[in-house]
């Protein structure tokens, strides 16, 4: 745009002004090129001629359109330069109040010189956790961004506080300290961050001083770095001092002080432990008195002592070392009053030894008095012959006097702040830390010296470090938008720099003067001007030969020489310090002990490794010492390491501005403004920005904005980014102007408002439409109207023509509606018709593109499974090679073992004598079935020979096909390239066959393993019932023999060992179920793993491909001492983990250890039966008939309950080979792509080797069974038995016994072996059938490959002949319909797998049922019933007599009582029951104890109750459902302790059977208390887990959401953010109602009381209404007429839920109306007196002070828009003074209103509630 488009008429400038630096006019004349000067019209409405220079073509700053004016972000002008920033600054800080301003990464804050109410504690909550550019500018916004960098990048911060005197910068700093300390408080009870809070009042009483420019300037700078842990809480803190101004000590300027410390304590002199100290008033005392008035107004200097010293208590100083510290401040002022008497014309001094001053020195110092008397006014010489003490000159002794008070003031204030540090050092690690920097600004004076030289110097640093990130940080966010970059020229310092601490610079010679005898500040100067006369960077005054000029960044600054050296040197006389080193006070001598070791170590910390020192003489040395510690050195040493420490973090900026000298308080002025401004970097940061792309907006806000210059065909297009670069390109015709980023739009300066421009005049031109027609319409009125009255004149004469006219004007308007109407309904139809055959193109070419995509999709998708396939058959192959050499070492070992184990058993089977006389009639049948077993061995051998063989006619095949292909090789020489392929596809196809093989053999041994191990298990199982069961058998049989006391009552004992047997019977039946469980959940595992395998590409690699002696050396072992099952080892294997278990070769060992126990549990019987025997022949023979009826009646029970618990076994071993079977054949399908399964099958290896001795161990089991089943049928065959007696011969005897035995026994011997026989031949027919399958299984599976086999070498035969491009096509077909095939096989497996899943879980459902119900009935029956009951038979049930509405329990039941019904009670579990059921149950069983008159129940239950409640509280802290489950609960059982209390109050609205249920005894009140403090503790947590849930969505959802669509069409531009939390949640009202919904229905389901439903609403929308007022009045963007109206619309809806969930009542609507009247606010006019006394008589829920922040953060969002004027708000301030309003400004959104629990009686009786089984309460019983 060229300039005489910009400067047109109305334009407003910005003109030069020599009072208000920059002043405002408008331009009455357009401006054309080559006119010499610009027509203006000022403010003041006078007329000013602005000349131009042709030559140089610079023309007025142009001023930015009213609605960018008083925006938060300097950077969001349009317009960036001086004038502008500094408007904005002064409308923000005059008409708005506001203190705080962005300017990109930089808050600016101004001195208000007055105490805002913006720093309380619900200003920090409020802020906390925002982001920096979502509510208005403030110290807390940049703290919080640094803590939140720091939390998410996990890099240090830093906050650089910059600015001059009195600008605010230590407020500044304690600020941005009191926010971390109050979001990162220590998680621990050290109370850290009091500490660093505590530091603040101690380092502004040894640091501060009241200056002209500030009371309370801070005359050092220091570093505080606050260290943060891992979960970002404070642990500690630690603090760097720069450059403290000693000269203060000794020297005040006019109207200035010394530092507090010394004020205070001249306050505080008065007070007993002070008298010692000699203090008076502050004006005795030259070092306090030399600036005039020693008083602060407003500052009380003994109030702020005690706070002093309450700081030095809470840093752990000792009340020792405060008196010692304040001797010494004492002692400095004693110093000062030293009266030095002149002699001979002042060349020699004394001091007098009675002088007050000198004892009181000497006293609080501990020093000698005549060794100070004489050496303050003496000096030693050293020369190298000897030494000379010479007298020193008045002037001497003067500054030797004072270089002595700074020293000691100097080292007492290093000794303070590392006391400081060391009360804030931490033990524990630090994380990361957050670093605050108050420093001095930039400054200048008439008169300026060594001080003001190092501070300036300081700030060139910082100022380059500043300039270098502002533009690193504008280069990544053009590199992120991807925007062309073009380098911006910035001023760098670094020459200026240079110049002072570069090689030979000032600060050098400086030093080189110092080290010269007779070096002066003349001298110096001089060399200066010679040394650097030529740098841009310095200059000589015309006027002057000792100052020096040096152009600093912001300012020239001319220094004065005099007293440069003095200072730099510091120097202290040795013999001085010498005495203060032997002070008898051991701090005072400790002060100076370090003072040669000090500098050196804080000076250089990190630069001393880098150098390589030698050793040398120390005389040689001296000099470098020297010049190491002078105060220069020093400075620029520490301000290096502080700028290393500020490069290695993230920094943020404050630069504090002082807005006028008076310290008035909201008084603006321009000049002081600006130079303050140009001097902190603010106007670069804005001369940065100006130079690359200022203004940027999205593409959405500009959409919004500026859719008035669209035209309706671009407004019809989807791509608002499209849309918005058409708009640009026809509006801006250089390109250069503008940039697209990928998310934003990049202006240069001016352009927004040149488009704001062009938004006015199109608003201007609708305006003017409007008024137009308006006005046309309104004078066409009026021709009517003088028309009738014209024509009612005329009518006699002109009545005839009249009609006439009327009619023919009559007839033409129907004709042209008529015309009208048709042309209309003509064009929509042409209309329509394009419209359609638009749509239905654009349907089809988007269907077209989508299918593209789609195939794209399924190309890439199908190469990925190929790819997969790939990989995992690579991995599957190296996994199968290092399988079967570890099972080759492994069938090594375990057949060295084997046969060691075979030795030792053929050595124990020799020994067994009576085994051999067992088996003798067995020998035949043994070797017959051995006969039969190697029979069957030769046809699997010849199965496998047929096997071989197909396996060798397969591998001549493939000889057969190789020499076929070198023949071709040899035919076709030319084609080496195809045949290699060919050779490549060959082998592949065989790696192909050999992988199926693979595959096949392993799902054959997956499946025989697992078959063997399931019934290896049910086998054990069956095999131990029995047992059992034949003991318990015999037991009752002998008890029936039995007729002497001690027999009967060893067989009690006996007895009760079975009982204790049965017991644990059932615990491993029991562990059964539960391993069936487990095993379901395990079967859950694999399919999900299966499922994730799946859909996840590539190979993953299992970790359990280790070895088994590996596995056993590392892994923890399962082995135990205890003798455990099988089910425990499985048990054992899924706790510790399929891979590790499958490897551990102690599982092996313990079930070798559990034969050995069955084998001695076998002996162990034997011996008992031998033994029962023998007692059995001693005893008396009882009737025969007597004998065989019991012996027929227990013998029928026995059987039935056997047959029972065989039965019941047996539906397990179905279920469970079932399920193995289920994830055998799951593990084997995804053996492919999981090698997870490769440990489950080694581990069933191991298992199927301990199966063989198993088996053997459980044949002699059975034996044993045989022989006692058949003992109780022995009695029944009477006169048959006797008969065969005689027919067997009597050399029959007893196989277990050596004695001789009788023919009874002998054919009891000799049937048990018959039915061993029949048991083996069973179960060897029943393997050779299995066999069998398994060999025709085998066979049909050779045959399936064989004819894959002949497939693919026909295949492979047509493949030769094709070519090679269509060679690789036809492979890749081949492989997708495998592929295809595999995928149909296994989701048809899935599926299966499913059904049978649903089909286990219904059997485990039915079988724990009869479990339960098992164990219901077993725990019925008394336990003295069951020791004297002989016959077992069922028990006959009792009728129970009618409930009384109590529970019976022993106490031992009572933490079971507790933990089923409190502490692992889930909601769920009784949500379909009666409401607060465990609140019935548990007043119940306390009616019960009431009942008994046993208070210690009482007692215990409602304790342990109340203990239960709290566990479970604490472990579900934030599970809302669970809070509110135990609220509704606990506020029951309140309830029903009032209600059966017996008290009459409660007991009105009971029936007649409430009152039955009454307690008798016992007064409950103290516990009714303590449950109703339990409620409220409860509630309180309930409001809590609300309040984080719906906190992160209220602002969201009731604030910025867009309800009423269109109203974000008039948002201005808003800050830049330059965080990166851009994935923040942005919520809906919707989503934050649906919350709300959910809470209402856990409530109202949870049977929670509805009035504590409608005070848990009342504060949720209480809270609402706090935090979404206070984010109102912390953000100007929000403050607006369209966010009113959204904010009502919004609140109607919130009132409309109150409504429909019935709780108008609750008051939460009431808590809403700040809320609405804010909202109302926003909408009123605001303009006169009449709306002004509208708004504060509606305005009553809101204070005062609210109301004016809200008409101060009134923000128009249109030009057309007024804003509020200062006048209008003194008018509602004027009307409001009446109020009486607390000047809080934010809303505690964390106050709880009180709760009340009203009494609500329940209508349930307690005998109609029901107790569900799913409780486990079966110990409780109904009285």
């Not at 005059?94 to 805002?116: D, F, K, M, R, W």
């Not at 997956?1006 to 069961?1029: C, G, P, Q, V």
């Not at 019960?1488 to 046993?1494: G, L, T, V």
């Not at 006048?1767 to 009180?1794: E, V, W, Y």
Request: charged share 30%; hydrophobic share 35%.
């Amino acid at each position: 745009m060229s300039a005489a488009q910009l400067y047109t008429k109305y334009t407003r400038v910005w003109i030069p002004d020599p009072d208000e630096v920059w002043r405002s006019a408008e331009i009455i004349k357009d401006y054309k090129v080559g006119d010499k000067s610009l027509q203006l019209k000022l403010e003041d409405e006078t007329l000013y001629e602005y000349p131009i220079d042709l030559q140089g073509s610079e023309l007025p700053f142009l001023r930015n359109p009213d609605i960018l004016v008083g925006q938060n972000d300097l950077t969001a002008l349009s317009y960036l330069h001086e004038p502008a920033v500094l408007h904005n600054l002064k409308v923000r800080f005059l008409e708005s109040n506001h203190i705080y301003t962005y300017c990109g990464i930089v808050l600016v804050a101004i001195n208000p010189y007055e105490q805002l109410p913006i720093y309380e504690q619900d200003v920090i909550y409020a802020y906390s956790g925002q982001n920096m550019g979502d509510m208005d500018p403030h110290i807390f916004a940049v703290a919080e961004e640094a803590y939140k960098q720091m939390a998410r990048d996990e890099k240090n911060q830093s906050i650089i506080v910059s600015g001059e005197s009195g600008a605010g910068k230590t407020v500044s700093a304690k600020y941005a300290m009191r926010f971390f300390a109050t979001v990162g408080g220590s998680a621990s009870e050290t109370n850290i961050e009091a500490k660093v809070l505590a530091s603040s009042p101690i380092m502004e009483a040894i640091g501060n001083a009241k200056t002209t420019r500030n009371d309370n300037s801070s005359r050092f700078g220091k570093y505080i770095q606050i260290g943060f842990d891992k979960r970002y809480h404070i642990i500690g803190a630690n603090m760097r001092t720069y450059l403290l101004e000693k000269s203060r000590v000794v020297f005040q300027a006019e109207d200035e002080r010394n530092y507090h410390i010394f004020y205070q304590l001249c306050a505080s002199s008065s007070l007993p432990e002070f008298k010692d100290l000699g203090l008076t008033c502050a004006e005795d005392f030259f070092y306090t008195s030399q600036g005039g008035d020693t008083s602060i107004d407003g500052v009380d200097d003994a109030d702020d002592f005690e706070k002093t010293r309450h700081a030095f208590t809470l840093l752990g100083v000792k009340e020792s070392h405060q008196m010692t510290i304040f001797r010494i401040i004492a002692a400095i002022l004693h110093l000062g009053n030293l009266k030095i008497q002149g002699e001979r014309d002042g060349e020699v001094c004394s001091v007098s030894s009675e002088d007050e001053h000198l004892k009181n020195f000497c006293s609080l110092l501990g020093v000698e008095h005549s060794q100070m008397q004489h050496w303050l006014c003496h000096r030693k010489l050293v020369t190298t012959a000897e030494t000379y003490v010479k007298s020193m000159s008045l002037h001497q002794v003067v500054n030797a006097r004072n270089a002595l008070a700074k020293h000691i003031y100097a080292q007492l204030f290093n000794w303070i702040v590392q006391h400081v540090n060391k009360a804030l050092h931490t033990t524990v690690k630090q994380h990361s830390f957050i670093g605050v920097l108050d420093i001095y600004g930039f400054e200048t004076f008439e008169v300026n010296s060594f001080e003001q030289f190092c501070i300036n110097y300081a700030n060139e640093k910082l100022q380059q470090q500043f300039n270098s990130h502002v533009f690193k940080l504008e280069q990544e966010e053009y590199m992120k938008e991807a925007i062309p970059w073009t380098l911006i020229d910035f001023y760098d310092n670094q020459p200026c720099i240079d110049l002072i601490e570069a090689k030979l610079g000032i600060l050098d010679l400086l030093d080189e003067e110092c080290k010269v005898p007779k070096g002066t500040d003349q001298n110096w100067a001089q060399k200066l001007y010679d040394r650097h006369a030529a740098s841009q960077h310095f200059q000589k005054p015309r006027m002057s030969n000792t100052s020096f000029i040096v152009l600093h960044f912001a300012d020239k600054v001319e220094y004065q020489s005099e007293g440069f050296l003095e200072k730099n040197r510091d120097t202290v006389y040795e013999e001085q310090i010498n005495i203060l080193k032997a002070s008898k006070y051991q701090m005072v001598a400790d002060l100076f002990q370090e003072e040669k070791d000090a500098v050196p170590t804080t000076a250089v910390p990190k630069r001393a490794p880098r150098i390589n020192v030698r050793s040398a003489k120390p005389a040689f040395k001296a000099a470098n010492k020297e010049h190491r510690k002078t105060v220069g050195h020093q400075f620029r040493n520490s301000l290096q390491l502080l700028m290393e420490t500020l490069n290695a973090t993230t920094p943020h900026y404050v630069r504090c501005i002082k807005p006028n000298d008076e310290k008035l308080p909201f008084k603006f002025d321009p000049k002081r403004a600006v130079q303050q401004l140009r001097a902190c970097g603010v106007l670069e940061t804005i001369r940065i920005s100006a130079a690359g792309f200022p203004s940027r907006w999205s593409y959405t806000d500009f959409f919004n904005r500026y859719r008035v210059l669209m035209s309706k065909r671009d407004l019809s297009k989807n791509d608002k980014k499209q849309i918005c670069q058409t708009l640009l390109e026809e509006l801006i015709k250089d390109p250069d102007k503008f940039q697209f980023g990928r998310t934003k739009i990049f202006f240069r300066a001016g352009q927004v408002a040149y488009l704001e421009k062009l938004r006015a005049d199109k608003f201007r031109a609708a305006t003017i439409m409007i008024q137009k027609t308006v006005r046309g319409w309104l004078e066409r009125t009026r021709f009517r109207r003088l028309r009738r009255a014209t024509l009612t004149l005329q009518c006699y004469t002109r009545g005839h023509l009249a009609r006439r006219l009327f009619e023919h004007l009559r007839r033409t308007r129907a004709a042209i509606i008529l015309q009208k109407q048709y042309r209309m309904l003509r064009m929509r139809r042409a209309f329509l018709r394009v419209r359609s055959a638009t749509l239905t193109i654009q349907a089809f070419a988007r269907g077209m593109f989508v299918r593209r995509i789609y195939r794209q999709m399924l190309m890439e998708h199908k190469a990925t499974i190929l790819q997969r396939y790939a990989r995992g058959w690579l991995a599957r192959a190296r996994f199968r090679r290092a399988r079967a050499a570890a099972v080759v070492l492994q069938c090594h070992w375990r057949r060295l073992k084997a046969r060691r184990q075979l030795q030792a058993l053929r050595i124990e089977a020799r020994s067994a004598q009576h085994l051999k006389k067992l088996n003798i009639g067995m020998e035949n049948k043994v070797v017959q079935l051995q006969r039969k077993v190697d029979e069957q061995n030769k046809e699997n051998k010849l199965l496998n020979e047929q096997l071989s063989m197909l396996t060798s006619a397969h591998s001549s095949e493939v000889e057969k096909l190789k020499k076929e292909l070198q023949q071709y090789q040899q035919t076709q020489q030319g084609d080496g390239k195809q045949l290699l392929s060919l050779q490549e596809e060959t082998e592949r196809l065989q790696m192909e066959l050999k992988r199926a093989h693979g595959e096949r053999e392993v799902m054959e041994d997956s499946h025989s393993k697992e078959r063997d191990l399931l019934k290896k298990r049910i086998s054990d199982l069956e095999e131990e019932n029995a047992l059992l069961k034949q003991e318990k058998e015999e037991l009752n049989s002998k008890i029936l023999c039995q007729s002497e006391d001690e027999f009967a009552r060893n067989t009690v004992e006996e007895n009760m060992q079975m009982k204790k047997e049965l017991e644990e019977e059932r615990s491993r039946y029991q562990n059964l179920v539960k391993e069936y469980a487990s095993l379901e959940q395990r079967y859950d595992n694999l399919r999900d793993e299966m499922s994730i395998f799946k859909q996840t590409p590539g190979h993953r690699r299992n970790p359990s491909n280790q070895s088994s002696l590996e596995s056993d050396s590392n892994n923890p072992s399962i082995c135990t001492s205890e003798i455990g099952d099988t089910e425990d080892v499985i048990q054992q294997v899924e706790e510790i983990g399929m891979e590790k278990a499958a490897m551990d070769m102690t599982l092996f060992l313990k079930l070798q250890k559990r034969v050995r126990e069955l084998e001695v549990e076998r002996k162990k019987l034997q011996a008992q039966l031998e033994k029962k025997e023998q007692e059995s022949k001693k005893s008396q023979v009882i009737e025969i008939k007597t004998e065989v009826t019991s012996e027929h009646e227990d013998f029928a029970y026995n059987s039935l309950k056997r047959q029972e618990l065989e039965s019941e076994n047996k539906k397990l071993k179905n279920e469970l080979n079932e399920l193995r079977k289920a994830i055998a054949d799951h593990a084997t399908q995804n053996n492919s792509a999981n090698d997870v399964q490769d440990g489950y099958s080694l581990l069933l290896n191991q298992l199927k080797s301990a199966n063989e001795e198993l088996e053997v161990r459980k044949e002699e089991v059975l034996i044993l069974r045989s022989q006692i089943m058949k003992a109780a049928q022995q009695k029944e065959m009477g006169k048959n038995m006797v008969k065969k007696r005689e027919s067997i011969s009597p050399s029959a005897s007893w196989p277990n016994s050596d004695r001789h035995v009788d023919q009874e026994d002998a054919i009891e011997a000799y049937q048990g072996i018959c039915e061993t026989n029949r048991l083996l031949e069973a179960q060897l027919q029943e393997q050779r059938r299995e066999h069998e399958e398994e060999m025709e299984a085998l066979k049909n599976q050779v045959d399936f490959m064989q004819e894959e086999l002949e497939k693919q070498q026909q295949a492979f035969l047509q493949t030769l002949q094709l070519s090679p491009e269509v060679q690789v096509e036809f492979g890749l077909q081949q492989e997708i319909t495998r592929l295809t095939n595999e995928n149909l096989d296994l989701k048809e497996l899935l599926e299966k797998l499913e059904k049978n899943e649903k089909k286990l879980k219904k059997q485990l459902k039915i079988y724990m049922k009869k479990v339960h119900d098992f164990e219901a009935s077993q725990t019925m029956v008394p336990v003295e019933r069951r020791l004297h009951e002989r016959n077992m038979q069922v028990a006959v049930q009792r009728k129970e007599k009618d409930f009384q509405g109590m529970l019976e329990y022993y106490k031992e039941d009572e933490p079971l009582l507790i933990r089923n019904l409190i502490t692992e009670l889930k909601p769920q579990a009784v949500s379909a029951t009666v409401p607060c059921l465990p609140a019935y149950i548990l007043y119940m069983c306390l009616r019960h104890a009431d009942y008994i008159n046993d208070d210690q129940k009482v007692h215990s239950l409602l304790t342990s109750t109340i203990n239960g409640v709290k566990k479970v509280l604490k472990k579900h802290q934030d599970d809302f459902e669970m809070t509110s489950f135990w609220l509704a609960n606990m506020c029951r059982l309140l309830h029903c302790l009032k209600q059966y209390s017996g008290e009459e109050c409660f007991m009105t609205q009971n029936t007649a059977k409430q009152n039955e249920h009454c307690l008798k005894n016992f007064d409950l009140t103290e516990y009714r208390q303590v449950l109703g403090q339990l409620s409220i503790q409860i509630y309180q947590q309930l409001i809590k887990i609300a309040r984080g849930i719906l906190h992160p969505m209220i602002v969201s959802a009731v604030l910025e959401n867009e309800s009423i669509q269109g109203l974000s069409s008039v948002k201005t531009v808003g800050y830049r953010k330059y965080s990166s939390n851009a994935g923040d949640i942005c919520y809906s009202l919707d989503e934050m109602i649906h919350e709300l919904n959910t809470f209402h229905s856990i409530m109202c389901d949870q049977g929670l009381d509805p009035e504590i439903i409608q005070q848990v609403f009342k504060q949720l929308f209480y809270m609402i209404n706090a935090i979404t007022l206070n984010n109102l009045l912390l953000r100007k963007d929000v403050c607006s007429w369209s966010t009113g109206m959204q904010l009502r619309f919004n609140i109607s809806q919130l009132e409309e839920w109150l409504r429909g969930k019935n709780l108008q009542q609750s008051g939460a609507a009431q808590t809403l109306e700040p809320l609405i009247q804010a909202a109302q606010l926003l909408q009123l006019k605001k303009k006169t007196w009449e709306d002004a006394e509208a708004i504060c008589s509606l305005c009553t829920a809101l204070t005062t002070h609210q109301i004016v922040k809200i008409l101060n953060l009134y923000t128009p969002v249109n030009e057309f828009e007024e804003r509020v004027t200062v006048a209008f708000i003194r008018d509602i301030q004027t009307q409001l003074q009446g109020r009486n309003d607390p000047t809080q400004l934010l809303l505690d959104f964390k106050h709880l209103f009180p709760v009340l629990f009203p009494f609500n009686p329940s209508a349930i009786t307690m005998d109609s509630i029901h107790l569900p089984a799913s409780l486990n309460l079966d110990f409780l019983n109904k009285v």
